[in-house]
């Protein structure tokens, strides 16, 4: 196997992560249309901008960003699965270090903690918040902690935190992101010949 290959585990987490970051993107994209062109009609004095189409309808812009968002849930939830260990092992080595029991932290894995531990804390109150919105939809909405305005702002601040964290994120990473990304496609745009050349070597070094 050639040194630049990838496992199978790798290339499952990067399709885990492809798909949290897809689901992410649309929601996010679909979010800033919501921001900035809420509803309410133009007399209510709440939205100029009521009933211009951008791209798509009204209607079609709400779907891509619930199911869209789902997406972004389902694959976390996997995501938050699989590394399970990972995270129970950094919960523990966090809580023993602001206890000043060790487990003592660069510079660098302090950054690292604050914006995941603010990514996973932000995505947690935008899922809760979006289900609100999924199982009270306009014009069935019932008052469960909060009214729907604040549920509204709940959702949306917190999604503009995850969007925020997520570029930070991807800024600090993008030398691993772009390195494993080019590692697994790279066997899909190779030419034929060398893909050939790998398998005569393969089968001479059995």
């Known amino acids: 196997m050639?040194?630049?290959?990838?496992?199978?585990?790798?290339?499952?987490?990067?399709?885990?992560d492809a798909a949290v970051f897809i689901g992410g993107l649309i929601?996010?994209?679909?979010?800033?249309?919501?921001l900035f062109l809420p509803s309410g009609g133009y007399r209510g004095g709440r939205n100029p901008f009521y009933g211009i189409t951008l791209l798509f309808d009204r209607h079609t812009w709400d779907n891509l960003h619930t199911w869209l968002?789902?997406?972004?849930?389902i694959a976390a939830i996997v995501h938050f699965a699989i590394h399970w260990s990972w995270v129970k092992m950094m919960t523990k080595r966090v809580i023993d270090a602001a206890r000043a029991h060790g487990s003592k932290f660069s510079q660098g894995a302090k950054i690292n903690i604050a914006i995941d531990g603010t990514i996973a804390?932000?995505?947690?109150?935008?899922?809760?918040?979006?289900?609100?919105?999924?199982?009270f939809?306009?014009?069935n909405r019932v008052t469960v902690l909060f009214d729907a305005?604040?549920?509204?702002?709940?959702?949306?601040?917190?999604?503009v935190a995850i969007a925020v964290a997520a570029l930070v994120h991807l800024a600090i990473h993008w030398r691993w992101v772009t390195n494993v990304t080019g590692r697994f496609f790279q066997g899909w745009w190779q030419p034929t010949e060398v893909k050939l050349v790998q398998v005569n070597k393969l089968n001479s070094e059995a």
Do not use: C, Q
């Open 2 to 16: 050639s040194s630049k290959s990838l496992s199978l585990k790798t290339r499952l987490n990067w399709l885990i």
């Open 27 to 34: 929601a996010s994209i679909t979010g800033i249309y919501f």
């Open 69 to 73: 968002g789902i997406v972004m849930i």
């Open 121 to 135: 804390t932000s995505f947690v109150i935008a899922a809760i918040s979006g289900l609100y919105f999924f199982f």
């Open 137 to 139: 939809p306009e014009g």
């Open 149 to 159: 305005t604040t549920w509204d702002l709940i959702h949306t601040w917190s999604g």
